[in-house]
């Protein structure tokens, strides 16, 4: 697979194997996104006891993109501070908005190996909402 492909092998194996998908018991919140352009469907619950993200769950129905984006966020943030997850949403949107040609220099010390695997979308400007759509979702969750 070559550098410019949108559909990097983890984003591929994740949205077919999906292993944060279903939904939290004891949730204490919940958030939806929906992209009317592309049709991806995401429904977050998830469970945060003093300040840290204990479980995150997702009901995704949309391309691979977001199906996987959805589970590597949840396995991204789960154990982290509500402020840590807040934040790593935020670094993950800049490396997708930031042009290739620009390299952020902390990104790489930043952002989980996983969520790197989005980074080829830069050049694929039309499907950042479908990378970003749980993202939006979680912190509408967060922030309730």
Do not use: K
């Not at 992209?35 to 009901?59: E, I, M, W």
């Not at 509500?82 to 934040?87: G, H, N, Q, R, S």
Request: aromatic fraction near 4%; glycine fraction near 8%; charged fraction near 20%.
């Amino acid at each position: 697979m070559d550098g410019s492909s949108c559909y990097d092998a983890l984003i591929l194996f994740r949205s077919r194997r999906p292993e944060f998908s279903g939904s939290v018991e004891g949730e204490t919140a919940t958030a939806q996104g929906n992209n009317p352009v592309c049709g991806d469907r995401v429904t977050l619950s998830l469970r945060a006891t003093d300040g840290t993200v204990a479980a995150v769950r997702h009901q995704t129905r949309g391309c691979a993109i977001c199906m996987a984006s959805a589970d590597l966020m949840a396995e991204a943030v789960t154990g982290h501070s509500v402020t840590d997850a807040l934040e790593l949403g935020r670094q993950f949107a800049d490396m997708l908005e930031t042009p290739s040609s620009q390299t952020m220099v902390t990104e790489e010390d930043v952002l989980p190996v996983g969520l790197q695997a989005f980074r080829p979308l830069r050049t694929h400007r039309s499907r950042l909402r479908c990378a970003t759509l749980p993202w939006t979702a979680l912190g509408e969750a967060l922030t309730q």
